[in-house]
């Protein structure tokens, strides 16, 4: 190996290797090997050209992709929305509540995500209290609903990984040298060009990475929109769960598969770039 | 006089902790003015309330005339020099600088043409594309200078602002500061804690001490006519004894000091009377021994080489320990450990400090005080003691 060769002293140069070497094997064995087992299933169809299942799968389920992008999308933006805010008052103002808050943050992961998604199921219900206080304030129209709706599987989407939001954008805002405050205050910087021109740059990598942690799980869910909504809102992460478990026809989830591991990176890939991946510490 | 930064009876408190009391002071257009004292002395809070960091629980904080007690950082128009410079990670050297221009909405024209001007002032133009991380503590420092400058404040305030650098950085960028403030012409508020630096740069600088002001002066007042001993003490090396007034004349005052020898100080500029307690103040350069003749008996106990002055440490009949800086190129008369010599003075150069008061300036009564022997203030600039 190369750090052998360049190292006078072969132990110091060996060390980055031997501590890879657990996580790298660990990785081979329970990542790679699935991954390209998954493209071979997908990529060697019985009959017709190696694309041929990736054609299929993208010509019946294209639909469910882009909705999957969709949600995860908005879930995205209303995780960020509503964690921003939370983040940055648990950073600057708690004092000393900001443990408790950040204890309250992670309380839900107390719970398994299934149940959780089932109490949103109680919580929505038609009869429920949410139904009925919206209703009273002529917020939902009489004989509306929020289970099986849209609404249902973004609530739940957006519920489910927020905490992924709220703590990386926690971290750096936290990590802000709060000299740095002073000095664009000193500079004449009022209270929003501060946010606009300190805070909110020095917080990107946290935001950036919190829309990743969101974004990525949200569009491969499948427990959301089989659980708060109907086929009509049905994911595609749903569609793979599925075909490889009740339909059992491997080909096809192994497609979708790919599709979706492909549409993501995709996504990622251009998202980072537009951010710089610079700053992603 | 025309001043630009007054401060009125401030007082600050966070808590039971009073970080300054009853701070009265005011700076002049173009002038170069210090906040010296050890680290908690109330000098940076001092700083942050003329900055508008701290609103101060009493009295007024005045930019040119105007009270801006209330006013928020943002609306006041001095900018700091932060003492780890605090320059924004995320933005060039060029953007660095030009943020305040543009929170004040300059038009576009104008804060490049000064951004542009500053740049060059500090020397950092091929730099300015560079983000403060890819850069030097001495660059840094200049694009934090640069960036406060380029505003134009009413003063100017720096919080150790050379305390990051190396030695011999530091005594560089103290003639570039120095320089820097004679052309811009603006009023500097510097905090430090190291004497030889104020001495160096400094128009007048005010020693604090616990909260307090001791004393506001020129370089050479503080430090050859302190008012106190903690200023004696911490502006140069001072010889403090316990004396006693005698009697006083015109300009001069007579004494007991040192188990009760007869000696001769300049008369004190506070209210004494014959027989009330002071504390006699004779820097280590102004004693003279003899062999014998006038003067306070006391004993050699050691003498160390230094170069261009030769350090003796003397005893009195009394126990009092004392240091005398004698010239190495006249050795006369010749030292001998052990043996007793005569100290004399100029009484010009003997000052009587009011007794010590209770809580200020408790260890310094008596003996030697100030761990660093510095010379006057042009031997000063050369001697750093970090």
């Known amino acids: 190996m190369a750090g052998i060769a360049a190292g006078g002293s072969r132990r110091s140069a060996l060390a980055p290797y031997l501590l890879l070497a657990p996580g790298i094997l660990y990785l081979l064995a329970f990542y790679l090997v699935p991954a390209l087992s998954l493209a071979r299933t997908a990529l060697s169809p019985e009959t017709g050209p190696w694309y041929g299942g990736l054609q299929h799968a993208l010509s019946d389920y294209g639909m469910h992709l882009v909705r999957s992008f969709q949600y995860a999308l908005t879930a995205t933006v209303l995780a960020a929305l509503l964690g921003y805010p939370l983040a940055y008052a648990m950073a600057f103002r708690a004092g000393r509540l900001k443990n408790l808050l950040l204890g309250l943050v992670m309380l839900p992961f107390f719970t398994t995500f299934l149940v959780r998604t089932l109490a949103w199921k109680t919580l929505l219900a038609d009869e429920g209290l949410i139904v009925r206080a919206l209703g009273a304030l002529h917020l939902l129209p009489v004989e509306g609903r929020l289970l099986n709706t849209v609404w249902g599987v973004l609530g739940g989407l957006t519920y489910n990984f927020l905490p992924f939001m709220i703590l990386p954008i926690y971290v750096s805002l936290e990590k802000i040298d709060r000299r740095h405050l002073e000095a664009a205050q000193d500079l004449y910087g009022a209270p929003a060009s501060v946010f606009r021109k300190v805070v909110l740059p020095l917080s990107l990598p946290g935001l950036l990475a919190g829309s990743l942690l969101t974004f990525i799980p949200a569009a491969g869910d499948f427990v959301n929109a089989e659980l708060l909504g109907t086929p009509n809102q049905k994911m595609l992460g749903s569609v793979i769960y599925g075909q490889f478990l009740t339909v059992r026809d491997y080909p096809l989830a192994a497609s979708l598969s790919l599709l979706l591991m492909f549409f993501i990176l995709l996504l990622v890939l251009a998202y980072t770039r537009a951010l710089g991946t610079e700053d992603l510490a | ?386």
């Open chain 2, 1 to 386: 006089m025309d001043s630009v930064v007054t401060l009125e009876h401030v007082r600050k408190s966070f808590g039971d902790f009073v970080a300054v009391h009853e701070a009265h002071l005011s700076v002049g257009r173009g002038e170069f003015f210090s906040l010296l004292g050890p680290s908690g002395c109330g000098k940076t809070t001092t700083l942050r309330l003329i900055a508008g960091f701290e609103l101060p629980d009493e009295g007024r904080v005045l930019l040119e005339g105007k009270d801006v007690s209330r006013v928020p950082p943002y609306r006041r128009n001095v900018n700091t020099v932060f003492q780890h410079y605090a320059l924004f990670p995320h933005l060039t050297v060029r953007d660095n600088v030009a943020f305040g221009p543009r929170c004040r909405k300059l038009p576009r024209p104008e804060v490049e043409r000064r951004v542009q001007g500053m740049l060059e002032a500090v020397h950092l133009v091929p730099y300015a594309d560079r983000k403060p991380a890819q850069l030097s503590g001495g660059q840094q420092q200049r694009v934090a200078l640069a960036r406060a400058l380029v505003n134009y404040p009413t003063a100017l305030l720096l919080d150790e602002p050379l305390g990051a650098l190396d030695a011999k950085l530091r005594q560089a960028m103290q003639a570039e500061l120095k320089r820097l403030q004679r052309e811009v012409g603006i009023a500097f508020v510097y905090v430090t804690h190291d004497q030889g630096e104020a001495l160096t740069m400094s128009d007048r600088i005010a020693v604090m001490n616990e909260g307090r002001l001791e004393q506001v002066g020129s370089p050479e007042e503080v430090y050859h006519s302190p008012t106190t001993a903690f200023v004696a003490g911490f502006i140069g090396a001072a010889n403090l004894l316990p004396a006693r007034v005698v009697s006083l004349g015109e300009g001069r005052a007579a004494i007991a000091v040192a188990g009760d020898q007869p000696a001769e100080a300049a008369a004190p500029t506070w209210r004494a009377e014959p027989g009330q307690g002071a504390t006699l103040m004779v820097r280590p350069e102004r004693l003279r021994l003899a062999e014998n003749g006038q003067g306070v008996s006391a004993r050699l106990t050691a003498v160390v080489f230094q170069g261009a002055v030769v350090r003796c440490s003397l005893r009195t009949p009394d126990g009092s320990e004392l240091v005398a800086h004698v010239g190495s190129d006249r050795p006369s008369p010749a030292l001998e450990t052990g043996r007793n010599y005569r100290l004399q003075w100029d009484p010009d150069a003997a000052r009587l400090l009011p007794p010590p008061t209770q809580g200020a300036g408790a260890p310094l009564d008596a003996g030697v005080a100030g761990g660093s022997p510095v010379g006057p203030p042009a031997a000063a600039s050369s001697t750093f003691h970090p």
